[in-house]
């Protein structure tokens, strides 16, 4: 038992730390919408005001490159989609959207060099290839045939279609048939001539979410590793952070509190790395929550930590406040 005291403080705690994240979240998830709905003149409103609040995700930055591509804003694209890559640099479609943008400009050999970081990235949509007006001008480049050749061979395509069928299933909920196929894919590609590993890292990623989301921990715990192996090879502190924390959570459900704290741990000393504010808010508050959750001898951990993501949101929430003077002050 709590004495009253705590327990408001502790309640104080963990709901202003989730303030400024969900604030952003928000912005994300319905700019996620509109951009769904083809509405991408609200979905820009809505994350640049997500990117006021934390200027260091992936997710802001290669969708704002996207949008400002769309509208033919290349410059504001370009500047956005180098950020994504700095963030994560195995992310295949901020590269692919990279090339684009220089296809726009005619800057063809460095728009080719792109397309091929995105292949070797792991960028999987074959027949978008053949629709895409922006690659109009380097079809029937030899470059480009050449480049077909070696990233989509028919084994390839096999691991590409194991993706598809578990993505279909992942969709409709049917995550253990999901989890399975991704894990084909994977060894699909793994026997492949030229393996792509950014490819076999995300698609283990999948399957560990697919496990996680079927309640299938020690399998999800598999295929995390698995695809901890490959984004460590990749340098990919984004992803590493993101699968430590699910591993948090997945050691967290089955009880085993100090595994859970100590992968919560590796993700967070990932994302302040990364600069990621709003995860550094977060991580810290669920681990606050996982010394609750361990009895009355961690209260104070519980608490320690809980202040931290609180500070956290505060700063973020007076950065911001102080951009917004600084930007309307007459």
């Not at 820009?44 to 006021?52: C, N, P, S, T, V």
């Not at 001898?297 to 950065?319: M, T």
């Amino acid at each position: 038992m709590i004495s009253p005291s705590k327990a408001v403080v502790l309640f104080y705690i963990f709901t202003s730390s989730l303030l400024s994240q969900d604030l952003f979240d928000q912005y994300v998830r319905e700019a996620l919408e509109f951009i769904d709905n083809g509405d991408n003149e609200n979905a820009l409103i809505l994350l640049k005001k997500a990117y006021e609040i934390n200027p260091n995700t992936i997710g802001v930055n290669s969708s704002l490159g996207y949008l400002y591509l769309v509208q033919n804003e290349l410059e504001q694209a370009e500047m956005h989609l180098i950020r994504a890559t700095q963030i994560d640099p195995t992310i295949e479609f901020t590269y692919y959207n990279l090339a684009c943008v220089n296809f726009k400009w005619g800057i063809k050999d460095v728009g080719l060099k792109y397309l091929e970081q995105a292949f070797e990235s792991g960028y999987r949509e074959y027949n978008w290839l053949f629709k895409d007006d922006d690659l109009l001008s380097i079809r029937d480049d030899v470059r480009f045939k050449a480049l077909l050749k070696r990233y989509f061979t028919k084994k390839d395509l096999t691991s590409i279609n194991y993706f598809i069928d578990a993505h279909k299933y992942y969709d409709q909920e049917d995550f253990p048939k999901a989890a399975k196929l991704y894990e084909k894919s994977a060894k699909s590609e793994e026997k492949t001539p030229h393996v792509l590993l950014s490819w076999i890292a995300h698609t283990y990623y999948m399957a560990a979410m697919s496990y996680y989301k079927s309640g299938l921990y020690e399998n999800s715990i598999k295929s995390c590793k698995e695809a901890i192996k490959y984004f460590k090879s990749l340098k990919d502190k984004e992803s590493l952070a993101s699968l430590y924390d699910m591993l948090g959570w997945v050691f967290n459900n089955i009880g085993e509190f100090h595994e859970a704290i100590e992968n919560k741990q590796m993700a967070l000393n990932y994302y302040l790395e990364l600069k990621d504010s709003t995860e550094i808010a977060d991580i810290y508050s669920s681990i606050g929550g996982m010394y609750d959750d361990q009895g009355l001898n961690n209260i104070e951990r519980a608490v320690e930590n809980r202040i931290f993501a609180l500070d956290l949101s505060a700063q973020f929430l007076i950065d911001v406040a102080k951009q917004n003077l600084i930007r309307y002050k007459p």
